[in-house]
């Protein structure tokens, strides 16, 4: 079961067995975000900054793009020369985060860039962020059904659900340093109470799908006695 976005020809499995619903797996969970206002406190941001959150490109992976670094680089060049910003960086590991703060001293110094002394809420921190520039992955596509703005450093083969958030304006690939300097907006972003309810299609199809697995499976008994048991309400999946 996966995004209908993802052709067949991709999965490598006989088409039969292949289901598909509506979006992306993050709109099923994700608009159910009840948000925690206390995540900026916690982390020493005040309501007039504009927060944006950095997430480095997986340096470590086979499929890591040199590229990806450089770009993710050019950004943080960029948004240290804008004077109410301020960057919450979340390194993959240890070894990213003594990278960070040896390649940006000054930013670290400063309070310009941090790093989370503690866990934090992923979900919560991409809605109070105004943007979010990521390696790619789930925080990219998470902030993409939050309605946050959100621009990807990735460079590898971009894969079928990354084109389809590009091509509907829900996420900006960035594939160049001039695209860092004249594509990434630097707006405060004007937050709803709670992040929009989509009407629920993805959550909606994945559900009926298995259900109607599960019915292929165990069948009703035909005898009345028997189906009358079934007569009830179905338990919720």
């Known amino acids: 079961m996966c995004p209908e976005v993802i052709p067949k020809t991709a999965l490598g499995v ?15 969970y994700v608009p159910r975000l009840v948000p925690d206002p206390r995540v900026r406190p916690q982390l020493g941001l005040q309501e007039q900054d504009l927060v944006v959150t ?60 941090r790093i989370p002394e503690q866990v934090v809420d992923g979900l919560n921190l991409i809605w109070y962020s105004d943007l979010v520039i990521s390696g790619g992955g ?13 621009y990807s450093v990735f460079r590898g083969t971009i894969g079928a659900v990354d084109h389809y958030l590009s091509t509907r304006g829900r996420l900006i690939l960035l594939e160049s340093v001039r695209d860092v300097q004249t594509k990434i907006l630097l707006v405060r972003r004007n937050r709803p109470a709670k992040p929009q309810n989509d009407d629920g299609a993805a959550l909606r199809t994945i559900v009926e799908q298995i259900a109607a697995i599960m019915e292929s499976r165990c069948p009703v008994p035909e005898s009345s006695s028997q189906a009358a048991a079934f007569d009830g309400p179905r338990p919720a999946i």
């Not at 948004?79 to 979340?90: G, I, N, Q, R, T």
């Open 138 to 150: 789930t925080m990219n596509r998470e902030a993409a059904a939050l309605g946050v703005p959100v």
């Open 14 to 28: 006989t088409p039969n067995r292949i289901l598909k619903y509506p979006g992306i797996k993050e709109d099923v």
């Open 54 to 113: 950095l997430r480095p490109p997986a340096s470590e992976a086979h499929y890591h793009n040199p590229q990806s670094a450089e770009l993710f680089d050019a950004a943080i060049e960029f948004l240290s020369k804008k004077p109410d910003v301020k960057l919450v960086a979340l390194p993959r590991n240890e070894k990213q985060a003594i990278c960070l703060k040896e390649s940006w001293p000054d930013l670290f110094r400063s309070g310009k860039m």
